[in-house]
Each structure stands twice: as C-alpha cells, then as structure tokens.
C-alpha cells in the first residue's frame, strides 16, 4: 500500500536542486503546487510530503510558504546525520525537531536518519540506538537509512563526487547489510525498533537487490519504508515493467513513495538536480503514478491516515 507521495528529495540541498538556476526556489515551489495539486486530483485522501530537507533549515520552511508551495503539502520531513555530514551533534535531535514545528503546524516526519560504517561498525550500533531514545515518540515517522550499503560500483548522488574527500565515501557505507548482503551488528539491534521505525532503501533501476531487500525486511518486521520512482528512469525503455515489479514487490508494507530526478532531456539544464523545463510534466508523471500504483478507492482516507500517523 501506498500510504504518502513525496515530492523530491532533498530540495534544498544542491545535489538535489540546482540553487543556480532556482536561486530563489520559486521554480521548485511552482512544481511543487503544481505536483501537489495533480496528486490530490488523484487522490484526494493520498498525504503529499515535502520531500526531506537537508540540512534542517526552519527559513527554507517559510521560504516555501512564502511562495504558496505549503499550501498543497500535508507533511514536511527531514534528513539529518549529525554522525557523519551535519555540523550538530545527535543529542540536538529534539531541538531540530522544535525549530520546524516552531515555523509549521504540519506532522513531521524524519524520512532519511542514519550512522555510517566507515570509521567502525560499533558507532553504528550506538548510533541507532540514540537515535531511537531520541526520535521515537518525537515524530510520527522515522524512515532509517539504509538497509544496504551502496555498492562501490556504483555512485553516490552528490554534487563534487570524490572531491568531497571522506564526506563522499561515507555513502558507500550505510547500510545495516554490507554490499554483498552479509549482516553488520547493527542490524540485530534494529530488529527490536523495525515495527517503531521503518526503512529508507532506494531501489536503482532493475535493482538487483530487490527481492533479497523484501526478505530482510520481512524478516526483521518492518512495516514501513520509503523509496522512490524516478522521472528521469520513466523515460529508459520497459520502465514501467520495472515501476511495476518494484512496487508489487513492497505490496505488503506502508510505502512513502518519492517522485524525483529531473531527465536530463527535460531540465533547464541538463542534469537530474535541474528545474524541468515545464512543471507540468513532473506533475503528469505523479499523476500517472499515483493513478497506477495508489488510486483513491484503495486508500483511507487523509485525516484517518495522519491521525495514525
């Protein structure tokens, strides 16, 4: 079940959203009514979220409101890793909390929170359980990152790359399962929070992981999770084979699904952080999803799922 639609990811962070050509993020606010209102007329009992901030930023809030973009929002979330990129410790938890609820009285949400592996795997071990102490109970949702670690093969999205030294690498390593799926000690104590706290596991292109990752997490009871369906993927052939198979697959949990990535062919610039050319055609594509995988018969209704929330 699909339970909320994201509207991208980390919006204000520069290797999600080009700041040079959206200085002032009312290109990404006109996408975002625009997305909003194309996801209610689906689904008018479907939660929109803000796609999570990073870094935590109340201003970024009022600078939303300010060009309207809250107005078609039900949630706002946020990202935050103060073991590994952000300059604040993880005992500030609650007080990043108190700075969005202080600017919007919308549910919040963490949707990405996690320790790396990089220096050791014992600081992931206290890392989440600190995390837990602080944030259950703090939030209504708190979507882990990650199930598995990022393969080295593969790259990490960010704007400088390698050039970003050790900051860069620490994507590589944030998973409870290491790249070729054997378990770090954290994943055992992430068992006894998976009902109170769900997962964040995106899922690339016919992701070879796919299958493996539902059997972990079915093991380990979790009962929610993030991902994301990418606009600019919608465009490789049999993508929608792909949309399909991805999403039968997480049918038995309570799915936050994101709608991001700019398709280089659809940017003012030719990069997947670029505003589109034209927002409707990002709002069409939330539109075409919502109508395939979370039509409005089979959700309840949005006060009902934000009260359990």
């Known amino acids: 079940m699909i339970e909320a639609a994201m509207i991208w990811n980390e919006p204000n962070n520069k290797s999600h959203w080009d700041p040079e050509i959206d200085p002032d993020w009312k290109l990404f606010s006109d996408m975002v009514i625009a997305a909003g209102q194309a996801i209610k007329g689906e689904n008018p009992n479907l939660p929109r979220v803000l796609g999570g901030i990073s870094p ?6 009022k600078k939303l409101e300010s060009h309207g973009a809250m107005e078609h929002l039900d949630v706002v979330a946020v990202h935050g890793f103060p073991l590994d990129w952000n300059l604040w410790q993880i005992h500030e938890w609650p007080a990043k909390i108190d700075e969005i609820r202080a600017v919007t009285d919308k549910p919040i949400w963490v949707s990405e929170v996690g ?23 703090k939030v209504p949702k ?10 080295r093969a593969w790259e990490a999205t960010t704007r400088h790359r390698e050039a970003e030294g050790s900051s860069y690498y620490r994507h590589f390593y944030m998973g409870l399962l290491r790249e070729d799926g054997t378990p770090k000690p954290a994943l055992e104590e992430y068992a006894k929070y998976a009902s109170q706290m769900g997962l964040c596991q995106w899922f690339h292109f016919e992701d070879h992981r796919l299958d493996d990752a539902v059997t972990w997490m079915k093991r380990l009871g979790v009962k929610y999770l993030r991902t994301g369906l990418s606009w600019a993927d919608s465009f490789r052939p049999n993508a929608m084979d792909w949309f ?35 927002k409707e055609e990002f709002a069409e594509f939330c539109a075409t999803m919502i109508r395939r995988y979370a039509p409005a018969s089979q959700s309840a209704p949005a006060s009902k799922v934000l009260e359990v929330l």
Request: glycine share 6%.
């Open 56 to 61: 935590i930023d109340p201003g970024f809030i």
């Open 115 to 137: 320790i790396s592996t990089f220096g050791a795997e014992e600081v992931q071990v206290w890392g989440l359980n600190r995390t837990a102490e602080l944030l259950i109970g």
């Open 142 to 151: 708190i979507h882990w990152y990650s199930l598995y670690d990022l393969p």
């Open 244 to 278: 399909d198979r991805q999403m039968e697959a997480l049918a038995d949990f309570d799915v936050t699904v994101t709608f991001c990535f700019t398709p280089e062919h659809r940017g003012i610039a030719p990069h997947h952080t670029s505003a589109p050319q034209v």
